[in-house]
């Protein structure tokens, strides 16, 4: 959402035309019904940037008419941006204009000193929820080339799933001292496909709904891009940022900490460790060398 909005203050921009603020998904497979305001300090995103680009809360009616009676010429977006064009662009935007309602960053602010009064907190972006597996990886009753297909879909287009988490955080050496803060949704297959992880890491079921108390997220449940918003803050202050899919959020994340100029993040090369597992699974590697060529294929994923 951060990444789609910078995209069109850039290009209202350089086209010199009215930004209208946008209006927010709402049948999306989370169904959240949230308006740009309920996330956003819409006002200071207005002023922040009126400098830059005239931007308008809604159409003036004149205007409005001609969009419902379809008098108007529309260009269908097309999403062209890599993390280049996020590192140069939307940084510039998301410092000082997106900055979220006062009610989102209080609250963050709270998870984040809760978390450093226990110590250090790395943020796990376990993105295994069922939006994200909504193709299954299941190959019962599938023809070959079916389970071919699946196990392609799985390396290409899937996060990795929390025990394949839990081995390649073994493998780096991650203090299971720490706590682990999970930042997403509902993880898929529940404590089930938990367990691995939270046997490995015993400070990791750290969640915003085990921190605070029911009646501070009352406002925020059922929103699950407002409660996306205190993930996102909390993960700008972690000691450690670990994605495990490299979706929109991780990389916007992953470019803001690096505007903060201190913040560590491991990136892991999902594509090559997926197979890497998939051979020590088969016990084709030993735990040793499955551990070395781990470490070898990540020299240099981690950035401070």
Same mark, same amino acid.
């Given at each position: 959402?951060?990444?789609?909005?910078?995209?069109?203050?850039?290009?209202?921009?350089?086209?010199?035309?009215t930004?209208?603020?946008?209006?927010?998904?709402?049948?999306?497979?989370?169904?959240?019904p949230?308006?740009? !305001?309920?996330?956003?300090?819409?006002?200071?995103?207005?002023?922040?940037?009126?400098?830059?680009?005239?931007?308008l809360?809604v159409l003036?009616?004149r205007?409005?008419r001609?969009?419902?009676l379809?008098?108007?010429?529309?260009m @269908?977006?097309?999403?062209?941006?890599?993390?280049?064009?996020?590192?140069?662009?939307?940084?510039?935007?998301i410092?000082?204009?997106?900055?979220?309602?006062?009610?989102?960053?209080?609250?963050g602010?709270?998870v984040?000193?809760l978390?450093k009064?226990n110590? @250090?907190?790395?943020?796990?972006?376990?993105r295994?929820?069922?939006?994200?597996l909504?193709?299954?990886?299941c190959?019962?009753?599938?023809?070959?080339?079916?389970?071919?297909?699946?196990?392609?879909?799985?390396?290409?287009?899937f996060?990795?799933?929390p025990?394949?988490t839990a081995?390649i955080?073994?493998?780096?050496d991650?203090?299971?001292s720490?706590?682990?803060?999970?930042?997403?949704?509902?993880?898929?297959? +529940?404590?089930?496909?938990?367990?691995?992880?939270?046997?490995a890491?015993?400070?990791? !079921?750290?969640?915003?709904?085990?921190?605070?108390?029911?009646s501070?997220?009352?406002?925020f449940q059922?929103?699950?891009?407002?409660?996306?918003a205190?993930?996102?803050?909390v993960s700008l202050?972690?000691?450690?940022?670990?994605?495990?899919?490299?979706?929109?959020?991780?990389?916007?994340?992953? +470019?803001h900490?690096?505007f903060?100029?201190?913040k !560590?993040?491991?990136?892991?090369?999902?594509?090559?460790?997926?197979?890497?597992i998939? !051979?020590?699974?088969?016990?084709?590697?030993?735990?040793?060398?499955f551990s070395?060529?781990?470490?070898?294929?990540?020299?240099g994923?981690t950035?401070?």
């Amino acid at each position: 959402m951060r990444a789609a909005i910078c995209d069109m203050v850039t290009v209202a921009r350089y086209l010199n035309v009215t930004l209208i603020v946008p209006e927010l998904d709402k049948t999306s497979f989370w169904s959240d019904p949230s308006e740009f !305001q309920d996330i956003f300090d819409v006002d200071h995103f207005i002023m922040s940037l009126r400098d830059e680009v005239r931007i308008l809360k809604v159409l003036p009616p004149r205007l409005k008419r001609r969009v419902e009676l379809g008098r108007v010429y529309s260009m @269908p977006p097309i999403s062209w941006s890599d993390i280049s064009y996020y590192h140069n662009q939307i940084l510039l935007l998301i410092k000082n204009a997106l900055r979220f309602t006062s009610q989102i960053e209080e609250l963050g602010k709270r998870v984040v000193k809760l978390l450093k009064q226990n110590g @250090p907190f790395i943020v796990l972006h376990l993105r295994y929820e069922m939006d994200m597996l909504a193709f299954s990886g299941c190959t019962h009753g599938c023809s070959s080339e079916e389970v071919k297909e699946l196990t392609r879909m799985r390396k290409d287009g899937f996060p990795l799933a929390p025990e394949e988490t839990a081995l390649i955080l073994r493998v780096l050496d991650i203090d299971n001292s720490y706590q682990i803060y999970i930042a997403v949704g509902e993880i898929y297959g +529940g404590q089930r496909r938990m367990a691995s992880l939270a046997a490995a890491y015993p400070k990791l !079921q750290v969640r915003k709904e085990t921190l605070l108390e029911p009646s501070d997220l009352r406002y925020f449940q059922n929103h699950s891009s407002q409660m996306a918003a205190l993930d996102y803050l909390v993960s700008l202050e972690s000691d450690i940022f670990i994605p495990t899919y490299d979706g929109n959020m991780a990389k916007v994340v992953e +470019g803001h900490r690096r505007f903060l100029g201190f913040k !560590q993040i491991i990136l892991l090369d999902r594509r090559h460790l997926v197979d890497l597992i998939d !051979q020590y699974n088969r016990e084709s590697l030993s735990w040793y060398e499955f551990s070395d060529v781990v470490k070898e294929s990540q020299q240099g994923a981690t950035n401070t």
